[in-house]
């Protein structure tokens, strides 16, 4: 099992930042790739980002390409998210995913940002 533990979403003005943290927990020594998904209200859950755990390679949503960074800190076993130029469209519940090499996926709670006009 893994556990993810979220951090740093809240209430921010267009075109301001936030920088969210994912923690992992647990079985966590295969590790294939971490990454955030958000889903906004009434819609679906959609991929913004993602990296491997080796190697560091990162993919990106078109709709956040330019504006947000995903990174890691292999030995705190984190991965974030720093987003800049945030947009009311923006707004979201953020859920970081981890995907084990036997294609396992956990995901965490998720973190509440809202993007004020």
């Known amino acids: 099992q893994v556990q993810l533990v979220e951090s740093g979403g809240g209430l921010v003005q267009s075109g301001g930042s936030l920088r969210l943290s994912c923690a992992a927990s647990g079985s966590i020594s295969s590790i294939g790739d971490m990454g955030w998904y958000r889903q906004a209200p009434g819609k679906g859950r959609e991929f913004v980002a993602s990296i491997l755990w080796t190697g560091g390679s990162t993919y990106y949503a078109d709709s956040v390409k330019g504006r947000f960074t995903v990174s890691r800190d292999n030995a705190k076993n984190t991965v974030y998210l720093q987003m800049n130029s945030l947009k009311v469209e923006d707004t979201a519940v953020y859920y970081c995913?981890?995907?084990?090499?036997?294609?396992?996926?956990?995901w965490g709670k998720g973190t509440l940002v809202t993007v004020s006009s």
């Open positions: 995913k981890v995907r084990r090499l036997d294609n396992v996926d956990f």
